[in-house]
C-alpha cells in the first residue's frame, strides 16, 4: 500500500501540531506493508498558497498515485476545491486529515461564518479525522459520526522530572509569536502591575515569531508601556536552553486564545511549574484551575494581572499548585500509550 502526505515540508517540529504529526507519520512509516510519500510545497512548485488547489491539479497525476491521502486540515479553504474534485474521479481516493483545532473559531465577522462553512465542508468530505484531543473529539462529533473520527490521543515522551530551581519573579511563555496566542493580552495586563512588583519581575518570551507585523505591534506596545525591562524576547531555543528556561522559571503565562490542546502545558507541568492561563478553548481540560494552575476569564487583562499579583506574593500557593502540576504530568500518556492506538489505527483503518 502506498500512502502520499501532503505538507509544507518534510519535517516540521515548529510546533505541538507539527510535532505530533511529524511523529505519527514516522510510525506509519515503520509498517512494513505500508511506502509513504511525502509531496511538498517544492515538490508541486507551490509559491503561493493562496492556489494550492490549483498547484495540487497540476500535480495530480503524483498526489494520485497512492491508496490513501493523507492532509492536516490546517489547509482547509486552500485545498477544498482540489478536494471536491477528488469526489467526482471514477476511483474514490479516501483521504485521512488530522484536525487540530477549528480554525473559524479565531476569525470575526462574516469571515468566520465563511471559513466555518469551509471547514466544516472540506472534514465531510474527508473520509477519516484524525484528533488527538478531547476538546476537538467532542466538537466533532457534535457534528459528524463516531465512525469518521480516530481518536489518537496526545502523548508524551515521559522522562525524569528535572530538577527545578526557580528563580523568584521568573514568569514564562513558550509558543510561536502570533496573534492566537494572545501575547498582546499578556503585556497589557504586565502594565497593571504594581510599581514594586514591576520591579522585581522578568517575563521570558520563547518562541519562533510566525506573524513579523503581530512581533512588530507587540514590541511598540512594550515600548509604549514601558516594559522595555521586564519583558525579554528569546526566539527560539536549543533543547538545552529551553530545559534551563524552563528550570528557571516561577509561573508559567500561556494567554492563548485558542488551543486543540496546548503541548506546551504539560511541558511546564513536568518542570511542576503551575500554569496561568484563559479559560477558553482545551485549557480547562488539562489546567484544574486552584490544583495545577490558575484559570482567567477569557481576554480579561485586569483578573490576570490580578493573579499574577496574587502569586508573585504567595509562595505557599505556588507550592501548592506546583505539587498539583507535578502529579498531572505523572497522569499523562506515554508514547508507548500513543504507539498502542497508532498501531490498531493502522492495522483496522490505514490498511483496510
Known sequence: MRVNILCKQKRQNTTGGNIYDSYLFEQIEKEDNIEVRYITDEQIGCKILLFYSIYCWMSRKDILDCDKLIINSSRFSKFLPFLFFLRFQKKRLPVITIHHHFGFRQLQGIKKYVYRWMELQFLKYCDIIITPNQYVREELLSHFGSSKIAFLELAFNKVPNKKITPQFGNFLYVGTIEKRKGIKYLIESLAL?????????????????????????????????????????????????????????SYFVFPS??????MVII??????????????????????????????????????????????????????????????????????????????????????
Open 193 to 249: 502591575l504594581s510599581v514594586e512588583m514591576k520591579k522585581e519581575i522578568t517575563v521570558n518570551i520563547v518562541g519562533k515569531v510566525v506573524e513579523q507585523a503581530y512581533y512588530k505591534s507587540i514590541l511598540k506596545l512594550i515600548n509604549r508601556l514601558g516594559l522595555q525591562k521586564i519583558v525579554k524576547f528569546h526566539g527560539r531555543l536549543s533543547d538545552e536552553e529551553l530545559s534551563t528556561a524552563y528550570q528557571n522559571a
Open 267 to 352: 511541558e511546564a507541568m513536568s518542570y511542576g511549574i503551575p500554569v496561568i492561563a484563559f479559560d477558553n478553548s482545551a485549557m480547562p481540560y488539562t489546567i484544574k484551575n486552584g490544583y495545577n494552575g490558575l484559570l482567567i476569564k477569557n481576554k480579561n487583562i485586569h483578573e490576570l494581572a490580578d493573579r499574577m499579583q496574587t502569586v508573585f506574593i504567595d509562595k505557599n500557593l505556588r507550592e501548592k499548585l506546583s505539587i498539583g502540576a507535578l502529579e498531572t504530568y505523572n497522569r499523562a500518556r506515554s508514547l508507548n500509550d500513543l504507539d498502542k492506538d497508532i498501531s490498531l489505527f493502522i492495522k483496522q483503518t490505514l490498511l483496510c
Open 257 to 262: 486564545l485558542h488551543e486543540g490542546y496546548g
